[in-house]
């Protein structure tokens, strides 16, 4: 008898969720928060196989801001989107969570895409400050053994070379991501930025490169935007700014993929170790519009 009632009533139940559903006129509630992690391809680095640096790491940033994500040295990427395609609105349209404070900045260009296949840069302030690098290549080179810790050697399209240091003492797993453990080398292209890590004759200061990257303490670090308190401790980027390869401006009404990788490529002495983005979530200021 109780599963004749129960047949009755299903159809009924749904019926009713229907109609609901027909006639609601607001639109379908959107979080704020990253909904989804598209891919994660950090770069070598101190931080890449250990808590920070994993697919794990990576799923921390959904939802809201529980976890941060090391990129790695330059290149270093992580590709995420919303449960929504951001919107093009007045002034910022997102935000990005880093670690960065008064003297730590490690600046990842942003990239946003409006289909997941085309991508433009998004315009920051220090793109054509000296030591920009518009083409930048770098090959890093899997080191004898990728058990523990072993310094990682690159070369790059400019005739540089150089070394991700191991700081085996602190940081004693291998650097060579373990998703590329077959691979002998690793190559990243991007838009590199100058060098942020000075030594100010007491410290190394790894100064801001100002606004239009994450990571970094600009002055926008700080900001609340729209009154959400959530907003404040992350770099404010705007669509607005995006470019494609030549630099000329591209107009995009909406994005709904966004890139972030370590624009930087910078050995820094001590057990700093290698410049590297951290993101630490991302957030919609489209959501409820
Ligand atoms: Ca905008
Ligand atoms: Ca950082």
């Known amino acids: 008898m109780k599963n004749s009632v129960w047949i009755w009533a299903l159809p009924g139940l749904l019926g009713l969720a229907g109609c609901n559903k ?25 931080f890449v196989n250990s808590e920070m640096g994993t697919r794990e790491a990576a799923e921390s940033l959904v939802g809201g801001k529980k976890g941060c994500l090391s990129l790695g040295g330059f290149g270093g990427a992580v590709v995420f989107e919303f449960d929504h395609e951001l919107k093009n609105i007045e002034g910022p349209d997102f935000v990005i ?5 008064d003297g730590s900045s490690e600046p990842g260009v942003v990239e946003v895409s409006p289909d ?34 072993e310094e990682v050697a690159w070369t790059d399209n400019r ?30 292209r991007g838009f590199r930025l100058p060098d942020p890590a000075e030594w100010n004759g007491v410290k190394y200061v790894l100064r801001d490169l100002g606004e239009g990257y994450a990571d970094n303490w600009s002055p926008d670090y700080t900001t609340v935007v ?25 107009e995009l009404r909406t994005v709904k993929q966004i890139r972030v990788y370590t624009a930087v490529n910078q050995q820094v002495g001590g057990t700093l170790g290698e410049v590297s983005t951290e993101i630490c979530g991302a957030l919609s200021l489209s959501a409820g519009r």
Do not use: C
């Open 22 to 46: 027909t006639n609601d006129p607001m639109p379908p509630e959107h979080s704020k928060w990253i909904a989804r992690i598209v891919s994660y391809t950090p770069a070598p680095g101190q």
């Open 97 to 101: 969570f880093g670690n960065a404070f």
């Open 116 to 149: 997941g296949e085309r991508w433009y840069r998004l315009r920051g302030a220090a793109d054509e400050a000296t030591g920009s690098v518009a083409d930048y290549e770098i090959t890093y080179f899997r080191p004898k053994q990728v058990a523990q810790a």
């Open 159 to 188: 005739g540089g070379s150089g070394t991700i240091e191991a700081l085996a003492t602190i940081h004693p797993q291998s650097y060579w991501p373990a998703a590329a453990q077959g691979e002998r080398t690793i190559v990243f």
């Open 226 to 250: 729209g009154g959400d308190p959530d907003t404040r401790y992350g770099n404010k980027f705007d669509i607005d700014r995006a470019v494609d390869e030549a630099g000329q401006r591209v």
